[in-house]
């Protein structure tokens, strides 16, 4: 298969490592200081479940160069995604199926809306990956999942033909029919991980010790059930206590890629994630007044800066 990531960070280069040591073809779609890092340094995935080196990735930087793509693995954050639009139209012209792995939901229906209902398929990661100082891939916990499904039924087909491709792959990949309920369990997930790692500037070690503080988390999984079944979904309380377990059982020291990102003094998610879901919830009519607090307090931090 030919595939295209755009978004060759953590999450697009851990995936693309991945499938092109499967044997299949991936090129990086990327932007001139990505391009300048992976020239410089090379490009390379330290993992838990097995190193890999890029003898030479094959990055490009104009999507005319790109022929005959069958899939777009988009893996930028959601302040980028409007960017990566004036590439998308084309590779869908020729052809591609785009597989938006980002966290949130809102991205879908702008994607549906600018490429097609029958170009866009549903996704979700779980894993834990960051980029080091050369820009390296960190891959930190065994985990590695990319969930992946058909959003309309003309697309069963390829998600089958992906899932005998990611079969072969040293990743847990999966088609999920039922990607949309899917993807609601993830952003339920990652708003309370992320709301609460990045607003508390602590890891999840934390949130398991201290009772008030995973009461918390729970509010936040339950105000997203609540939110995700007003969108159609059927979340249940078996759902919120999966997720809580999901979050006991990653190690004390894992902490989500916002808090990673906030760490680092880089740009947040806050407005794609918990943002979205203020949004969603006030076109909805309801009230999450856990998540808008969370929102509030990780909001300064936006832009990376220091705050006052
Ligand atoms: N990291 C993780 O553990 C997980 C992340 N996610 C989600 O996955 C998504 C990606 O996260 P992550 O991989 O961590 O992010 P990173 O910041 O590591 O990578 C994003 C990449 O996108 C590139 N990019 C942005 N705009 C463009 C563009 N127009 N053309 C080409 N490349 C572009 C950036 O390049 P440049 O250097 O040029 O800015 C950057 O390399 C997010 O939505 C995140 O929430 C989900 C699960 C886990
Ligand atoms: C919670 C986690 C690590 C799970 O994949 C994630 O999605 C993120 O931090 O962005």
Excluded at 20 to 48: D, Y
Excluded at 122 to 141: C, M, Q
Aim: charged content about 25%; hydrophobic content about 40%; proline content about 4%.
């Amino acid at each position: 298969m030919n595939i295209v990531v755009i978004g060759a960070g953590a999450l697009g280069a851990y995936f693309g490592a991945r499938l092109q040591e499967a044997g299949q073809s991936v090129q990086f779609l990327v932007r001139e200081r990505r391009a300048k890092e992976i020239k410089e340094n090379g490009l390379k995935v330290h993992s838990v479940n097995g190193d890999y080196t890029f003898d030479h990735p094959r990055v490009v930087q104009t999507v005319e160069k790109i022929e005959n793509p069958d899939l777009v693995i988009l893996a930028v954050k959601g302040y980028h995604l409007t960017d990566t639009l004036p590439l998308l139209y084309p590779l869908v012209d020729k052809g591609a199926k785009v597989l938006p792995v980002l966290n949130g939901m809102e991205h879908i229906t702008i994607l549906q809306s600018e490429l097609g209902k029958d170009a866009v398929l549903g996704g979700a990661a779980y894993i834990i990956s960051t980029l080091d100082e050369k820009g390296h891939v960190v891959h930190s916990s065994e985990m590695d999942t990319l969930l992946f499904g058909p959003l309309c039924k003309s697309q069963e087909p390829f998600c089958e033909e992906l899932q005998s491709i990611v079969s072969t792959a040293n990743i847990d990949g999966k088609n999920i029919p039922t990607i949309e309920e899917e993807m609601w369990r993830k952003y339920m997930f990652i708003t309370a991980m992320s709301g609460v790692t990045t607003a508390g500037d602590f890891s999840i070690g934390t949130i398991k010790s201290c009772g008030a503080t995973k009461e918390l988390s729970k509010k936040v999984l339950e105000e997203m059930k609540d939110l995700a079944n007003s969108y159609g979904t059927s979340l249940t309380e078996q759902d919120i206590e999966d997720g809580f377990l999901k979050l006991q059982s990653l190690p004390d020291q894992a902490t989500s890629s916002m808090h990673q990102d906030m760490r680092k003094g880089l740009t947040l998610e806050v407005e794609h994630l918990q943002g979205g879901a203020i949004r969603l919830a006030k076109e909805a009519g309801i009230d999450i007044p856990h998540i808008e607090t969370l929102y509030a307090l990780i909001k300064p931090y936006e832009k990376g800066q220091v705050p006052l």
